[in-house]
């Protein structure tokens, strides 16, 4: 059973179309992130949820937005991309807040725009 | 804000013993935990250290000095399957809001 999943695995788009990440978690936790990585392989957080309510929000382009569902659910809308957006996005999700040193990440989500 | 330093690349010999360190400077510090990336795959979580010591957990040993903001990573009996990239994550609490900053990397090569 997977714990994390994300669709779709591979994203391919030209600039200024809009598209969603989806992110689903099967472990029961409480809370959820987003993170991206750079081609550099540098991993930064850009959003957190705990029982859906937006904890984290790093200073993210408000073209990124996150919608939680449920607390098993964190998807993830991009407006309007850019270049600069082409990375590998990562969910993950931690048992509860206090428990965010241990994170469960997805397979990822590679978007590259063209 | 916060800032991670670790090396980008170690090269060991299989059968042998590594260490990957791990400085940083943060506030709010809770903690410093280490993953593992392999090429095109997930980070998964390998250990945690809230307090000062060593923390072992098979082949891997983590340890934590809060008074120098210093960690690393200890891989024993390396096999060619431990080659992957290893981040240092230090978790800090600003008011209620917990996150984690990570590491730039370092790419561990395992040869024969």
């Known amino acids: 059973d997977t714990a994390v999943s994300q669709t779709p695995k591979y994203l391919v788009t030209q600039m200024g179309n809009d598209k969603s990440i989806k992110c689903e978690q099967n472990?029961?936790?409480?809370?959820m992130y987003w993170y991206k990585q750079d081609s550099k392989k540098f991993l930064k957080i850009m959003f957190s949820?705990?029982?859906?309510?937006?904890?984290i929000n790093e200073t993210v382009p408000n073209r990124f937005s996150p919608k939680s569902p449920d607390k098993a659910h964190l998807n993830l809308h991009i407006n309007s991309l850019e270049l600069g957006d082409s990375a590998v996005y990562f969910c993950?999700?931690?048992?509860?807040?206090?428990?965010?040193?241990?994170?469960?990440f997805g397979p990822g989500t590679r978007l590259t725009v063209l | 804000g916060q800032s991670l330093e670790q090396p980008s690349e170690v090269t060991a010999v299989e059968g042998a013993i590594v260490q990957i360190n791990c400085t940083y400077q943060t506030s709010g510090f809770y903690g410093l935990s280490w993953y593992q990336q392999h090429d095109g795959g997930a980070p998964t979580f390998l250990s945690y250290?809230?307090?000062?010591g060593l923390e072992e957990t098979g082949r891997f040993s983590s340890f934590l000095s809060r008074s120098d903001s210093y960690g690393y990573l200890l891989l024993q009996e390396l096999q060619m399957k431990d080659s992957a990239s290893y981040f240092c994550?230090?978790?800090?609490?600003?008011?209620?809001?917990?996150?984690?900053?990570f590491g730039t990397g370092t790419r561990l090569q395992v040869t024969l």
């Open positions: 250290n809230a307090l000062d």
């Open positions: 949820y705990n029982n859906k309510e937006l904890i």
């Open positions: 994550a230090v978790r800090s609490l600003t008011g209620t809001a917990s996150k984690l900053t």
């Open positions: 993950a999700s931690s048992r509860l807040l206090a428990d965010g040193n241990e994170q469960f």
């Open positions: 472990l029961g936790h409480d809370t």
